[in-house]
Structures are given as structure tokens and as C-alpha cells.
T-cell receptor, first 114, second 116 residues
Framework: AAGVIQSPRHLIKEKRETATLKCYPI?????VYWYQQGPGQDPQFLISFYEKMQSDKGSIPDRFSAQQFSDYHSELNMSSLELGDSALYFCASSRRRLAGYEQYFGPGTRLTVT | GENVEQHPSTLSVQEGDSAVIKCTYSDSASNYFPWYKQELGKRPQLIID?????GEKKDQRIAVTLNKTAKHFSLHITETQPEDSAVYFC???????????????FGKGTKLSVKP
């Protein structure tokens, strides 16, 4: 079965640079979530989109923005990167209209800020 | 907002023994409680979930129980195997069919080690 796709898988950036992470949800899934997971930490919710509209907002810094496109893929844009932004970034998707519950995670993007 | 507490933070068992991980939540509006297994550097994998209208759910060696009154839920793994070794996260959210679907609030995780 098709899974959530994330790109790139690894990304190395310097402080103050920008980064764009991409997420392609499972086909027919209409909701995308972004989570940030620091080393040894639990995943922290950043932001979600349903039918291309922002649905919920969590602990997402103002330096970050995100959107969902007409093909349901989503991008997380991160500017003025800081050392503390180094983490695993997961995208998850679900099919809210029918099932509404299960969230399936992508493989993640490991961002390292030097 | 919702707060999820998870215990223990580490758990070591012998192969074949049972393992139990417990979580409590604070928001009575939460109605969906999944459990994820995460191996080092990998994605969280959904292993079992339970909704607030159900008290218990079982899938082979894994079972989850929910006590809505006490606001706690537990994961039970029987006949543990070395490949069960991983970090397990509980989570809670408020979700509804065709309507709002909340983000997941995770517990801090339990590192399970199964010794052969």
C-alpha cells in the first residue's frame, strides 16, 4: 500500500538559511499534519491542513509557514534557521471525511542546522 | 489544553514476559487514543488504537484498555519478543467523523527493552 512520502530525507543547512520540506500524503487522504521531534523527545504538533485550508495550529514558530496545495501535497517552509531547529520533521496524513481518526506518518526529514 | 502523562519511561522485560505501559490524559473531550511504536531514527508506526466508545481492543499479542472515568488507558503486550524493543508513545486527540479532527498530543514515551 502507498505510504506518506517526504522529501528530502536529510537536509543540512547553516544558521539563518531557509529550508523547504515536502510531504505527499497517502492517496485519497485529505488531511496533513506536521510534527517536530527533537532527540529523545516526543513528536510535537506544528500545524495541520484539511482540504487545503489550515485546520489547527500548534507550537509552530512564526519563522515557519506551511501550505497545502491542490494535489494535497504540503510544504513546510522554515526561515532564519536556528540551531534549535535541528530535529526530525514528520508529516502524517489521514482521511478525515470518511475515517477521521488514524494518522499515518511519513519517514521524516532529518534537518541539521550548523 | 490536553496533557498526556506516560509511565514508565523505561521498561525492561525478559522475552516471553508481558509488558504494560500506562497513560493518563487531562481533557475529557479527547475521544481517540492511539499507540505508536518507534524504532531509533524511524517513523512512529500506529500499532493499535481505541475510541472512547470502547473499553478494550485486542490485536494478537497487543491489547489496549480505556477507562474514561479515570481518564487513563494502557497498552498490554503479551509474550514479548526481542523485536518488540522500541520506544512506545501513547497519544490522545479529539476527533469526530466528518468533522473536526484534532492533532495528536503525545506522552513522553516508554523505552521497552526485551531481553532474549
Amino acid at each position: 500500500a502507498a505510504g506518506v512520502i517526504q522529501s528530502p530525507r536529510h537536509l543540512i543547512k547553516e544558521k539563518r538559511e531557509t529550508a523547504t520540506l515536502k510531504c505527499y500524503p497517502i492517496p485519497r487522504h485529505d488531511t496533513v499534519y506536521w510534527y517536530q521531534q527533537g532527540p529523545g523527545q516526543d513528536p510535537q504538533f506544528l500545524i495541520s491542513f484539511y482540504e487545503k485550508m489550515q485546520s489547527d495550529k500548534g507550537s509552530i514558530p512564526d519563522r515557519f509557514s506551511a501550505q497545502q496545495f491542490s494535489d494535497y501535497h504540503s510544504e513546510l517552509n522554515m526561515s532564519s534557521l536556528e540551531l534549535g531547529d535541528s530535529a526530525l520533521y514528520f508529516c502524517a496524513s489521514s482521511r478525515r471525511r470518511l475515517a477521521g481518526y488514524e494518522q499515518y506518518f511519513g519517514p521524516g526529514t532529518r534537518l541539521t542546522v550548523t | 489544553g490536553e496533557n498526556v502523562e506516560q509511565h514508565p519511561s523505561t521498561l525492561s522485560v525478559q522475552e516471553g514476559d508481558s509488558a504494560v505501559i500506562k497513560c493518563t490524559y487531562s481533557d475529557s473531550a479527547s475521544n481517540y487514543f492511539p499507540w505508536y511504536k518507534q524504532e531509533l531514527g524511524k517513523r512512529p508506526q500506529l500499532i493499535i488504537d481505541i475510541r472512547s466508545n470502547v473499553g478494550e481492543k485486542k490485536d494478537q499479542r497487543i491489547a489496549v484498555t480505556l477507562n474514561k472515568t479515570a481518564k487513563h488507558f494502557s497498552l498490554h503486550i503479551t509474550e514479548t519478543q526481542p523485536e518488540d524493543s522500541a520506544v512506545y508513545f501513547c497519544a490522545a486527540s479529539e476527533s469526530s467523523y466528518g468533522g473536526s479532527q484534532g492533532n495528536l498530543i503525545f506522552g513522553k514515551g516508554t523505552k521497552l527493552s526485551v531481553k532474549p
